[in-house]
């Protein structure tokens, strides 16, 4: 068979069951092309000998005709899931040579529906960025160029960064990512995949780093609707060590991927209208509205009118939460340690050497915010806030629309360096379009839409009802099916 790291996830699977491929063959060609691709960053720890190890009990498993759901399909692990046995970091100093004893849920769901882990993919520090540049490891590059000046490093969106780039590049079938405020359909949307964020309590947080608890989901990243639908089938789930994973059973979300979004409605909502919207994100907005008309859905109008809270209540809840979370790396239990007279300036010492400035400034900004005096006026205060951008939601929902249709990001990716270094707040205005949906706690996916002018891929999103990620499904595919088809640039990236 030609390259197989050009098929998809659905692809490698049929092949596999037909024994055209092994698993071990699959594999390999991963392998390899992750070793000649390191240019890219996208990991921070390769495993090829489990991914070999896995691969050959695959094959022995198609052999007896005993195959698992994702039976030897090579996948990559963002390194914010904790990997029994292997190094996790969370992209950070402070857990740099931290071997979890233990597998976090969603990873070791793959692992028993027979996934290979290729490797742990890079991330924004903590799950902390919109850009990849905040990895302690090093920012990852996109395999995407822009037509007027390809020396620019391209960023692949964050935090998970790693994934996205990783899955446009063809180095894994699939990747896990997280997203707490938009960094599963941010870098979806930055590199021309498809990322899915369910509902909350759809995926189990245990055994994947905290950011902020009450927002963080995990959820696939892939290169089809489908293959999208086969990973989420697997990764969600009901898990007695995690309270807030829903106790409901899961769908098969690939039967979803073909149904008809005949009479579906759709709702656009006139607050993510931005001022200043690029007129070329307006018009990939309406080119989605018509894409949709066209499979037979009814669009309507709809309005959120507490959108524009979002980002300012966002960037205090994630941050509160975060500093909380955030507390546990003492020096004492995990990681890096660096020495002191007593134990608080050992505290000291290391939080200040194994922690990097965004993260820094998120736990500063979250001790804030919590502090006494300041709780009412800005925590519960955005509490509040965060009800009303539930509520609006809820709202439209309540009025028959069964999904929102929006951009997924309000530009398309963006140079190395080119923003954010002197102010954060024009890092933090990428996720306009994407912190609603963890404030309400539904699913969202990021689906390629085409290519700007400038060459680099747009992407749109649709917002679900909560645990309606079916309908997400079947929608995000008709976009799929209409849209031009985005072609990778040739692989430039690749030694030798
Ligand atoms: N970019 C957002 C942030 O920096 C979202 C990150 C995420 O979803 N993990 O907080």
Redesign the pocket.
């Given at each position: 068979m030609s390259d197989p790291t050009h098929l998809s996830l659905a692809e490698a699977r049929d092949a596999l069951k037909s024994k055209q491929l092994s698993a071990v063959e699959l594999a390999q060609a991963h392998i390899d092309a992750i070793s000649k691709s390191r240019a890219l960053n996208c990991f921070i720890t390769e495993t090829p000998e489990f991914a070999l190890a896995q691969a050959q009990e695959s094959d022995a498993r198609i052999a007896r005709g005993d195959a698992r759901p994702l039976e030897g399909l090579p996948l990559g692990i963002k390194d914010l899931y904790c990997s029994k046995g292997v190094r996790t970091t969370a992209g950070s100093r402070i857990l740099d040579d931290f071997t979890p004893t233990y597998e976090s849920t969603v990873s070791a769901n793959l692992l028993r529906d027979g996934a290979a882990m290729l490797g742990k993919l890079n991330l924004d520090e903590f799950?902390?960025?919109?850009s990849n540049e905040t990895s302690a490891f090093g920012p990852v590059v996109s395999p995407w160029r822009r037509a007027a000046d390809p020396d620019a490093k391209i960023v692949p969106g964050?935090?998970s960064g790693g994934s996205s780039s990783a899955v446009a590049a063809r180095l894994c079938l699939g990747a896990t990512a997280?997203?707490?405020?938009?960094?599963i359909r941010q870098p979806a949307a930055f590199t021309g995949t498809v990322g899915i964020k369910p509902t909350y309590g759809r995926c189990s947080r245990w055994g994947i780093v905290a950011?902020a608890s009450s927002l963080d989901q995990a959820g696939p990243i892939t290169r089809t609707v489908r293959d999208a639908a086969i990973m989420l089938r697997s990764m969600a789930g009901h898990d007695p060590k995690d309270t807030t994973s829903v106790d409901a059973p899961v769908p098969d979300y690939e039967a979803a991927v073909g149904a008809s979004v005949k009479g579906r409605r759709i709702g656009v909502p006139k607050e993510y209208r931005i001022d200043g919207m690029s007129a070329e994100i307006a018009a990939l907005w309406d080119e989605g509205v018509a894409w949709l008309k066209d499979a037979g859905a009814e669009i309507v109008e709809i309005s959120l009118p507490h959108t524009r809270y979002a980002l300012p209540t966002y960037y205090i809840i994630?941050p509160a939460e975060a500093s909380s979370n955030l507390a546990r790396y003492d020096g004492v239990r995990y990681g890096c340690r660096e020495q002191g007279r007593d134990v608080s300036e050992m505290y000291e010492k290391t939080r200040a050497a194994g922690f990097g400035p965004e993260v820094r400034r998120r736990i500063m900004i979250g001790t804030y915010v919590l502090s006494a005096g300041y709780y009412d006026a800005y925590y519960v205060r955005a509490q509040k806030v965060r009800s009303l951008i539930k509520r609006d939601f809820d709202e439209a929902f309540a009025s028959g629309v069964d999904a929102v249709l929006t951009p997924a990001t309000p530009s398309t990716a963006f140079a190395q360096g080119e923003k954010g270094s002197a102010d954060p707040v024009e890092m933090y205005l990428?996720?306009v379009f994407t912190v609603t949906v963890n404030m309400a706690g539904l699913p969202g996916v990021a689906v390629p839409g085409g290519l700007a002018a400038n060459g680099l891929p747009l992407g749109l999103q649709l917002i679900g009802k909560a645990f309606d990620e079916e309908t997400l499904f079947s929608l995000a595919a008709a976009i799929e099916r209409a849209a031009p088809k985005i072609e990778l640039p040739q692989p430039w990236w690749r030694e030798g």
């Open positions: 799950a902390m960025g919109s964050g935090s997280t997203d707490t405020g938009g960094s950011f994630a990428n996720d």
